[in-house]
């Protein structure tokens, strides 16, 4: 059985500026990463590989739950608590799946799934087609809403405290829907975005827009705040819940933390892709998922006389 890596410290992890992390555990899956996801609140971890492997993984980094044979998947989702987690699979399939990381039900779609998102105790699913259609589906997968938006959704978030699903496009919308699917605003975004994150709490909402930075927009109305320019392509980006630290990742391995005014904490570059990066809701701690399958969790929690 896979286990918590012993490991010693990349070079890159004090190779660069600023206060740095410990690693406080790392993980290899058995193939190459394809996405992964975390709860905030169990802060359990599930990733996907090219191989057909689906990991769950706790806090500390041990192997909770594993399955093989599951190949295709493209993007996952897991819940903030209740252990609940969804995966698109090929082009038009979502698998809903339980704590055992077995599917609970699938549904088949008529278009191809962009983006898939869970409400924070897994009851809802939200699913982006690329047509710009959406979905909402119940514990059953019953249909409980269905909207479209001007541009197809890549990526779709629920927020913690309120039923409102936050949504970006590849290019030029950014938006929120009640999950009844009545929209509460859209905004133009005239760039090309890699990722989107908004605080959980839905206050800022934030867009990783390559050559233009890191962009942020009012989760009330969906206008436009702050830019935080770094260098470097940045095609990933992540925060903790009141957006308080900002991770973001570039293009060319660049990794960045910074705090909610845009001020570096701290950076490096490294060795490798990296595919996902995700802040803990209390700005402690930072996943970082490679391209190889590492997934490390680098750790300032014991340095909190850092925290400005």
């Known amino acids: ?14 190779d660069g500026q600023g206060n740095p992390p410990t690693m406080r555990w790392a993980f290899a899956l ?4 394809v996405a992964m996801d975390m709860g905030r609140e169990s802060g359990e971890v599930l990733a996907a590989d090219d191989c057909g492997g689906l990991y769950r993984l706790g806090r500390r980094g041990e192997l909770l739950k594993s399955s093989n044979g599951l190949r295709g998947v493209r993007a996952v989702a897991w819940s903030d608590a209740n252990a609940v987690g969804a995966v698109i699979i090929g082009d038009r399939k ?18 191809a799934a962009l983006g898939v998102a869970l409400a924070p105790y897994g009851r809802q699913t939200a699913i982006s087609l690329a047509n710009g259609g959406n979905l909402v589906l119940g514990e059953q997968s019953e249909q409980l809403s269905v909207f479209e938006t001007a541009r197809p959704l890549k990526w779709i978030q629920f927020l ?22 009545e929209r509460l605003w859209s905004e133009k975004c005239f ?19 390559f050559n233009q930075g890191i962009q ?18 940045v095609s990933r980006v992540s925060c903790s819940f009141d957006a308080d630290r900002i991770a973001a990742a570039t293009l060319e391995q660049h990794l960045y933390w910074l705090n909610s ?5 701290w950076s490096t570059e490294v060795d490798e892709e990296i595919v996902r990066v995700i802040c803990d809701p209390l700005g402690e701690w930072l996943l970082v998922g490679l391209r190889s399958g590492h997934i490390l969790r680098l750790d300032w929690e014991r340095r909190a006389n850092w925290r400005t």
């Not at 409102?164 to 999950?179: D, F, N």
């Not at 705040?225 to 392509?233: A, K, V």
């Not at 005014?261 to 904490?265: T, V």
Request: proline share 4%; with cysteine.
């Open 1 to 14: 059985m896979l286990a918590t890596m012993s490991m010693s410290e990349p070079l890159w992890l004090r």
């Open 191 to 209: 760039a090309s975005l890699g990722e989107m994150c908004a605080a959980a709490n839905g206050e800022m909402i934030l867009v990783a827009g």
């Open 94 to 111: 979502v698998l809903r799946l339980n704590g055992k990381l077995e599917a609970d039900w699938s549904v088949g779609l008529p278009e």
């Open 261 to 265: 005014s845009g001020r570096l904490l």
């Open 30 to 33: 058995e193939g190459p990463l």
């Open 216 to 233: 942020s927009f009012d989760g009330d109305d969906g206008s436009t705040r702050d830019s935080y320019l770094t260098e470097g392509t």
């Open 160 to 181: 913690a405290n309120k039923p409102v699903l936050i949504g970006a496009a590849e290019y030029g919308q950014v938006c929120a829907h009640r999950i009844s699917g």
